[in-house]
């Protein structure tokens, strides 16, 4: 089966399970759609089910698009560099275009830059934080499945590596929800409004944020 969805030629793959109560529909990294469904699910129903979430399907594959793009060019602090490719130990990042060698494991220099910038934003935040907390010891390493986690017992902030690929605002906002916690240790009302108290444009940014998700 296949669909026609923005142009794109899109094949179905449906995987089909006793135990399934419930038929979920995605689009994966290879800009196909996968439904899992459960064994007797006919697929003229599957066919249907496409059909009237064609919509909702074109937003998934806008945002797979954008994640591939993002994944197959350099990004630094919201910005795209063309990579040129030569041999030298050091990375060199001018204007456009950032100078690494073939074999350099970019993740280090990653890292590098964000134990320079991350705690220069903590610090920053902490600034102008309204609320009295302690100030929160900083671990920086890569999440598959969140921006930023705090440990309230520790004190302890910890931000996802990926976001040093982001624009700064995206950081501020993680960095802001994380304190917040210190104050809040849920999601509450007042806790989004502490939130906004730093960061007023913050339902923007976090609206964004979940297409890099």
């Not at 990375?91 to 993740?107: A, E, P, Q, S």
């Not at 969140?146 to 501020?172: F, P, Q």
Request: charged share 30%.
């Amino acid at each position: 089966m296949k669909v026609f969805v923005d142009g794109i030629n899109m094949e179905v793959f449906i995987t089909k399970k006793r135990g399934n109560k419930n038929t979920y529909l995605r689009v994966k990294e290879d800009l196909n759609i996968y439904v899992t469904t459960n064994y007797y699910t006919p697929n003229k129903e599957i066919e249907k089910l496409i059909n009237n979430n064609l919509e909702a399907i074109s937003r998934m594959l806008k945002i797979q698009m954008r994640k591939k793009a993002t994944s197959e060019n350099f990004m630094y602090l919201g910005k795209k560099y063309d990579i040129v490719y030569l041999n030298s130990k050091e990375v060199i990042l001018g204007n456009d275009k950032i100078f690494i060698n073939r074999d350099y494991d970019i993740n280090k220099w990653f890292l590098k830059e964000a134990k320079r910038i991350f705690p220069e934003e903590l610090a920053k935040i902490y600034k102008i934080f309204p609320k009295d907390i302690p100030y929160p010891s900083l671990t920086i390493r890569t999440m598959k499945t969140r921006w930023g986690v705090c440990n309230t017992k520790t004190k302890r902030v910890t931000l996802n590596l990926e976001l040093i690929k982001r624009d700064i605002k995206y950081l501020d906002y993680v960095v802001a929800h994380e304190l917040s916690h210190l104050v809040y240790p849920n999601h509450s009302k007042d806790f989004w409004n502490l939130v906004e108290l730093v960061i007023p444009d913050y339902k923007v940014l976090r609206k964004e944020m979940r297409e890099y998700e």
